[in-house]
Nanobody, 126 residues
Framework: QVQLVESGGGLVQAGGSLRLSCEAS????????MGWFRQARGKEREFVAA????????YYADSVKGRFTISRDNAKNTVYLQMNSLKPEDTAVYYC???????????????????WGQGTQVTVSS
């Protein structure tokens, strides 16, 4: 079992930056591949970024590639999402997720993830 708590969301102007954090409970954080997803009002939850257990492999949705960076600190049980050059279309509730599934370094499907945080709102004004 792992519990996830996101923080760092807020209101920012277009072109600005935010860093989201997701802290996990438990002593086996390094056993989980992690991901960030987002859900805009009236839309499906979509993949944003994923990172392997060691942090050595990452993967991004095309819509955020080059602007967002996912990272993790296993000593702090925390995964981060650095978001730069934010656009109004990035407005959504952002969720972090953890998966204990093995076989691949990272996962982009929400159905591969076992645990979810409660979400944090990111609003980008134009």
């Amino acid at each position: 079992q792992v519990q996830l708590v996101e923080s760092g969301g807020g209101l920012v102007q277009a072109g600005g930056s935010l860093r989201l954090s997701c802290e996990a409970s438990g002593r086996t954080f390094y056993n989980y591949a992690m991901g960030w997803f987002r859900q805009a009002r009236g839309k499906e939850r979509e993949f944003v970024a994923a990172i392997s257990r060691s942090g050595g492999s990452t993967y991004y949705a095309d819509s955020v590639k080059g602007r967002f960076t996912i990272s993790r600190d296993n000593a702090k049980n925390t995964v981060y999402l650095q978001m730069n050059s934010l656009k109004p279309e990035d407005t959504a509730v952002y969720y972090c997720a953890a998966t204990g599934t093995s076989g691949r370094p990272y996962y982009s499907s929400r159905y591969d993830y076992n645990y979810w945080g409660q979400g944090t709102q990111v609003t980008v004004s134009s």
